[in-house]
């Protein structure tokens, strides 16, 4: 973890601008105040990306633009959708104040968060390497985004902290192939579509939610799907990689 610690501060020195990229979905849990406040101390300025804006309702993405512009000025992006990144372009050169060369952007956040993707938005190709898979961006990357922009393209920031698979699980931070317990994880993504958007659930798998608690659920889902076992059992643990496998390619909504 010390290594992570050291490429951020050296991102953070050599950068003019930082962009810490958050999940519009969960903008806080996403969030980082260790690199905030390195950021901070640096006295360089700071932008918070919202990427994924596309996997959230427009009244949700206000609120929590307006909430998060009183630490850093906001910007939210849809990669996915195109749109987004010429603000953020504007922005970056509002902020700097850089005269006779190019702005060193630093990219910061969570793994799979899409930082790489953002910058691609903002390039308008696909220079920095992208994958579904969290931690795809293996090591620093120097990118030219047309003219004055340079950004650092890093690999994801873990939290220094984090134990919990099931917000690892959540945030993308793991895949369904590095969980240990997969089908709790499932059931903590069908709570949280369920208190945001249940009709979204019902749609997209077919199913009619009434009572029902998150693993019946589950198996409501498997059932629809015939996700079953020789003895008509539901296979619980391909339904749960299914949900998760969806829930973090940003196939299911809020």
């Not at 050296?10 to 980082?32: C, G, H, M, S």
Request: charged share 30%; with cysteine; proline share 3%.
């Amino acid at each position: 973890m010390a290594s992570y610690k050291l490429m951020i501060k050296d991102v953070i020195k050599k950068a003019d601008v930082l962009l810490e990229v958050v999940d519009a979905r969960f903008p806080d849990e996403t969030r980082n105040s260790e690199v905030e406040r390195n950021v901070e101390r640096s006295r360089k300025p700071l932008i918070i990306v919202l990427s994924k804006c596309d996997l959230v309702s427009k009244e949700t993405l206000e609120k929590s633009k307006s909430r998060l512009s009183k630490i850093a000025p906001t910007v939210f992006v849809s990669s996915k959708e195109r749109f987004g990144t010429t603000m953020l372009r504007h922005k970056i050169l509002e902020v700097a104040d850089i005269k006779g060369r190019d702005i060193l952007v630093g990219s910061l956040g969570y793994p799979n968060t899409g930082k790489s993707s953002v910058i691609n938005g903002v390039a308008g190709k696909n220079k920095a390497s992208t994958s579904s898979i969290s931690g795809h961006t293996k090591g620093v990357q120097l990118v030219k985004a047309g003219s004055r922009i340079v950004f650092i393209d890093t690999p994801g920031v873990i939290p220094f902290d984090e134990n919990d698979e099931y917000r690892q699980g959540l945030l993308g931070v793991k895949d369904a192939t590095h969980l240990s317990d997969p089908i709790g994880v499932s059931m903590k993504i069908i709570e949280t579509i369920c208190a945001e958007n249940k009709p979204v659930l019902e749609e997209f798998y077919k199913v009619e939610i009434g009572n029902e608690n998150s693993y019946e659920i589950l198996e409501l889902i498997g059932l629809k799907a015939n996700f079953l076992k020789k003895k008509g059992e539901v296979d619980e643990t391909r339904v749960a990689i299914k949900i998760i496998n969806d829930w973090q390619k940003g196939k299911l909504l809020i």
